[in-house]
């Protein structure tokens, strides 16, 4: 039996981000292209060495890019639209204008990475597309490898999935579907292999994690044909295709049944595949057994994680993560602020690498597996599990009802505008955090700084005219890690960045024990911004779906439980800004598709949860406060009925770069709250005109009620300039009161 080790993907941001400083610098003037490849390549260099030190065999290449890997599979078979390739710029200039758009041109398509909190582009298909291999980077990158002594597997986006996560342009017609393009692409993919062949690549990695979901018999049927085309042809490497963020199912059966080399299943998140194999009996093929979690940061269970291998594997077994790296911080090392007892818990990608070795020499019998000790009893919290156990979250009157009293509350117009809650994060804030952690100045001095802003950015909507006013989030860092520094049961740490999208990082809080809230965590905020003005001003929370989605959650009980304990803490949040006379409250739930399961026979056991939480959270008000959501980042189809569960009064969703398609959906599900879907995109730097946004009104205001209509941007403003804020947002106070009056209301 052969027994060798990999990982599926590495953090590719740098341990410093240093590839978000180098791209942002480039963008705007401050490196050129040559200092931009430099700050790759050294990047590169240290993901080899670190994962080469750790004692990892097999390596990938590849799995760098300066800005997506799907993205970075559209550009290797020339799939780039018409008015990007039309800008006339150099390939850098092509491809950061696919990215995030010019000021005259449209980025692709942001949205979620199956169920994590990674965010990539959408391809755009039409029957016209003609794909071409275009097989640079990985090429480059291999080569560049190898001269460092690394003979390395590249890894692309499988064809299948590419196509499967493409979507058609918007001027494709009727019956097109990507996947009628199976052909072309594969003669396109089968240049790009046979070009790593040529310079020397035995084998390749394609990830299909589409594959991990449920699938159409069509959709399988592709993917016999992919590969078994794929894996005969001539001159080509070895093929090592991967299923991750779930299990294969079917499609294991459909991949064993094709000449495919290798298999890569993720035995972290489902030990089904596991099952399936030792079931299956032996194959013939390498498989990579997906052992250790890419996903969480807590340590693995050694032993378990090699029986688990050794069940899955047969002759030719390699052990490995269950996808790639790219969703964990760097080093576990490095965070020396951590509780010793939480620290030795932890494991990073460069811990994980060394988990996968560890496995390896239990299989060989070279080490024994080492322990981990229990729980400590500190992380525990009796009279939070006291108070779960007895929480109720009925309370409020019929949303009809709520609705009445509401309107004589509030006086709104029809079409009243809003913003999602966050206002730029200007330099001098971030400044003004940066300092005040490094202890240079206090606690006073920060907060009147924070104070001073929420009064600019109060002022600043008076002055646009907007209806709803947000104190705009200056004093978050970000929604979720703000919370978390203020509940027990989370530790946030130094370094721990995990790229979101792009040049757009995280990092993720640890939860480790019972949530609890010592002390409110926004009213002081929210109740300064509501002195300054006779607007309302609504309160401003992340929702407990949210902050566990984008945590690093505990695993020694169900997410429901966790999800309870957070839901407590928001609710008494709530019951507080209420208190302080806060009318409206929004909580923030823009991951509730993204934890959405893959399969859907887990669905409803999921979405039961999250809804009780959401609930949970938001029914200690009394029936004239008005309780907004926030959902954005996704095709919300799936979850549409839950969205109506949650019992929010006015829902705001993401809505401009899928061309409003949500509000079909919502019409053909009888949906009767208020609505806010989102009118322009923020997360391009292009300035709409108001007679574009008046347009995306008038569309809305005939798939829903107008008097349900809200109008708001996509999702908040944080990461965006005031040269550009101020004036989409005067665009849309002038859109809304043009089709106000146009409608009649
Ligand atoms: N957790 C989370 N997930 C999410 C979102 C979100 O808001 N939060 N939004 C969606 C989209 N994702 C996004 C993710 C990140 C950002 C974002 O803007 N991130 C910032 C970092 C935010 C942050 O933590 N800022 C810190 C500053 C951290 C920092 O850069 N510190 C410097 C030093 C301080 C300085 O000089 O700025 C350093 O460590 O080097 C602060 O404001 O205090 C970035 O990448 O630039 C935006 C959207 C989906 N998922
Ligand atoms: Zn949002």
Redesign the pocket.
């Known amino acids: 039996m052969k027994i060798s080790t990999t990982v599926l993907g590495h953090p590719r941001i740098g341990r410093?981000?240093e590839l978000?400083k180098a791209v942002e610098a480039y963008w705007t003037g401050g490196l050129d292209a040559a200092g931009l490849a430099e700050a790759a390549a050294r990047i590169r260099r240290d993901t080899w060495t670190a994962l080469a030190d750790a004692g990892v065999e097999l390596l990938p290449s590849n799995t760098f890019s300066l800005y997506d890997h799907v993205l970075d599979a559209a550009v290797a078979v020339d799939a780039v639209p018409a008015r990007h390739r039309d800008l006339g710029l150099d390939a850098l200039g092509t491809y950061f204008a696919m990215a995030h758009g010019t000021a005259t041109t449209t980025p692709l398509e942001l949205t979620k990475w199956f169920d994590t909190?990674y965010?990539h582009l959408v391809p755009e298909l039409a029957p016209g597309t003609v794909f071409r291999a275009v097989p640079d980077k990985p090429l480059a990158e291999y080569r560049e490898a190898l001269v460092q002594g690394h003979d390395t597997r590249p890894v692309l986006v499988g064809p299948v999935t590419f196509l499967l996560l493409s979507k058609a342009a918007e001027d494709a017609p009727g019956g097109f579907a990507p996947l009628d393009l199976l052909d072309g692409l594969l003669d396109a993919y089968a240049g790009v292999l046979t070009a790593l062949g040529a310079a020397g690549a035995s084998w390749v990695q394609l990830d299909e994690p589409a594959f991990t979901a449920d699938r159409s018999p069509a959709e399988l049927a592709v993917l016999r044909t992919a590969y078994t085309r794929l894996s005969t042809l001539e001159g080509a490497p070895n093929i090592l295709v991967t299923g991750s963020y779930g299990h294969l199912g079917e499609a294991l059966d459909v991949l064993l049944g094709t000449p495919v080399h290798g298999i890569g299943v993720d035995l972290a998140t489902d030990t089904a595949d596991a099952e399936r194999l030792a079931a299956h009996g032996p194959t013939g093929k390498l498989i990579a057994a997906g052992v250790i979690d890419g996903r969480n940061i807590w340590r693995a269970d050694i032993a378990a994680a090699a029986a688990l291998a050794a069940r899955a594997g047969g002759d030719d077994l390699v052990v490995s993560t269950s996808c790639s790296l790219l969703h964990v911080p760097h080093d576990a090392e490095e965070e020396t602020g951590l509780a010793p007892e939480l620290r030795e818990r932890l494991a990073f990608a460069r811990q994980k690498a060394g988990e996968v070795v560890a496995v390896k020499r239990v299989l060989t019998g070279e080490t024994p597996p080492a322990a981990i000790g229990p729980v400590p009893d500190a992380w525990r919290d009796e009279r939070v599990r006291e108070r779960v156990a007895t929480a109720s979250h009925e309370g409020r009157g019929p949303a009809e009802e709520r609705r009445r009293i509401q309107a004589a509350r509030l006086n709104l117009p029809p079409l009243a505008t809003t913003t999602i809650g966050s206002f730029p994060?200007t330099?001098e804030?971030?400044?003004a955090?940066?300092t005040h952690?490094a202890g240079r100045i206090s606690e006073a001095e920060y907060r009147d700084a924070m104070r001073g802003e929420i009064a600019r950015v109060i002022g600043l909507q008076e002055r646009l005219g907007l209806d709803v006013l947000v104190h705009g989030e200056a004093e978050?860092?970000?929604?979720?890690?703000y919370f978390a520094e203020r509940l027990g049961g989370f530790a946030t740490t130094a370094?721990g960045?995990v790229q979101?999208?792009g040049?757009?990082?995280?990092?993720?809080p640890l939860l480790y024990g019972d949530v609890h809230r010592p002390a409110p965590m926004t009213v002081e905020w929210s109740a300064h911004a509501a002195s300054l003005t006779e607007k309302p001003v609504k309160g401003m929370l992340t929702g407990p779906v949210t902050i566990l989605a984008?945590s690093f959650v505990r695993e020694d009980q169900p997410l429901a439980a966790t999800a309870a304990q957070v839901a407590l803490a928001l609710r008494e949040e709530t019951v507080d800004l209420e208190a302080a006379g806060i009318g409206v409250i929004q909580v923030d739930e823009?991951?509730l598709r993204e934890l959405l399961p893959p399969r859907r026979d887990d669905h409803a056991a999921y979405l039961e949860w999250a809804v009780a939480a959401f609930r949970l959270a938001t029914s200690g008000v009394r029936d004239e406060t008005q309780v907004h959501t926030h959902l954005?980042?996704s095709e919300f189809g799936p979850v549409l009925p839950a969205i109506d569960a949650l019992d929010a009064d006015v829902t705001s969703i993401e809505a401009s770069r899928s061309r409003l398609e949500i509000l079909g959906e919502l019409r053909e599900g009888g949906y009767s709250r208020g609505v806010g879907p989102g009118v322009y995109d923020i997360h391009s730097p292009r300035v709409p005109d108001a007679a574009e946004i008046a347009a995306a009104l008038r569309k809305a205001a005939t798939a829903v009620d107008p008097r349900l209509l809200w109008v708001n941007p996509d999702?908040?403003l944080?990461?965006r300039r005031y040269a550009e804020v101020e004036p989409a947002l005067a665009a849309m106070v002038a859109a809304a009161a043009e089709v106000r009056a146009e409608l009649n209301l």
């Open positions: 410093r981000r978000k909190n965010h994060q330099p804030i971030r400044a955090r940066a952690r978050r860092d970000d929604m979720v890690r370094h960045w979101s999208y040049t757009r990082c995280v990092r993720p984008w823009p991951a954005c980042y999702c908040g944080k990461t």
